[in-house]
């Protein structure tokens, strides 16, 4: 499943992004890797972002796909 975010911080060390997912106001999800195809200068906070869940029920296995 693949849901919309926007990146609030951004961890370049170790290429993790904290993202609020639209449409949930206060819940925030921390660590969630990205993909290393992503130039680490594009992960600037208030971009949005594609996260891909692989297991909707194990949020700890998103990515972050894409950012625009």
């Known amino acids: 499943m693949i849901k919309e975010g926007i990146i609030k ?3 370049s060390g170790s290429y993790t992004a904290t993202v ?3 449409g949930s ?3 925030y999800l921390e ?3 990205a993909a ?3 130039p680490s200068a594009e992960m600037v ?3 949005h972002a594609a996260v891909l ?3 909707k029920n194990n ?10």
């Open 25 to 27: 106001a206060k819940a």
């Open 45 to 47: 906070s208030g971009r």
């Open 9 to 11: 911080a951004w961890d």
């Open 36 to 38: 290393r195809n992503i």
């Open 31 to 33: 660590g969630v890797k």
């Open 20 to 22: 609020q997912i639209t």
């Open 59 to 68: 949020p700890l296995k998103a990515v972050v796909i894409a950012v625009y």
């Open 53 to 55: 869940f692989m297991d």
